[in-house]
């Protein structure tokens, strides 16, 4: 069974510019996640997608955003970028409410 | 005060002993108990899950939860130095589907 997907591996950006960052999940998975991990930040919570719908969002401001498409596919889409957005962004599926599949994960870099 | 608490380490143990994780949290509702290994660079693995108090067994791993003390650890029976990397502790509550991680333990296994 494939595992999660993400792409890009890596994306450097310029501080203003627009971020957009791809996940695609299991096969049969119907949640997709959204969590960074910055240095030093321990992981956080950023978006829940289930059934193309935005579940939950993470105390983030609203230039994080993003969407599930009618495949289960994900994409993050992070405006205005800021130097402390620099990170890695991790993107998770599940079944439902069930345990959580971590994919490989998009290094943002923000300069 | 933080949600989900654990040691920061580095733990370090021999090899061939047992290395136990612990994690603490704050919310008494939570209800799904999550350990996920992260070696440098990569993302997390899922490693164990556990929803019950008491134990749950998995190969050389042992997850334990007593929801009355609002505590789960991870035993970690005959390490090896393959198991040297970073043990996140995750708590889900009834709603939200998101995860609360705690900033980790850093785990050592010396040949």
């Known amino acids: 069974e494939a595992g999660v997907t993400q792409s890009p591996t890596h994306l450097i950006k310029t501080r203003g510019q627009q971020a957009t960052l791809r996940c695609s999940p299991i096969s049969g998975h119907t949640s997709v996640y959204w969590y960074q991990q910055a240095l030093g930040l321990g992981l956080q919570f950023l978006l829940w997608y289930d059934e193309g719908e935005e579940r939950n969002r993470g105390n983030f401001p609203p230039r994080f955003s993003g969407r599930q498409f009618p495949n289960y596919s994900s994409e993050l889409n992070v405006n205005a970028l800021e130097l402390e957005d620099s990170a890695l962004y991790l993107c998770a599926s599940s079944r439902s409410s069930y345990e959580q599949y971590f994919g490989p994960g998009t290094r943002l870099t923000v300069t | ?111």
């Open chain 2, 1 to 111: 005060q933080k949600e989900v608490e654990q040691n920061s380490g580095p733990l370090s143990v021999p090899e061939g002993a047992i290395a136990s994780l612990n994690c603490t949290y704050s919310d008494r509702v939570s209800q799904s108990f999550f350990w996920y290994r992260q070696y440098s660079g990569k993302s997390p693995e899922l490693i164990m899950s556990i929803y019950s108090n008491g134990d749950k067994e998995d190969g050389r791993f042992t997850a334990q939860l007593n929801k009355a003390s609002q505590y789960v650890s991870l035993l970690i029976r005959d390490s090896q130095p393959s198991d040297s990397a970073t043990y996140l502790c995750a708590v889900r509550y009834n709603q939200g589907g998101k995860l609360i991680f705690g900033q980790g333990t850093e785990l050592s296994v010396k040949p």
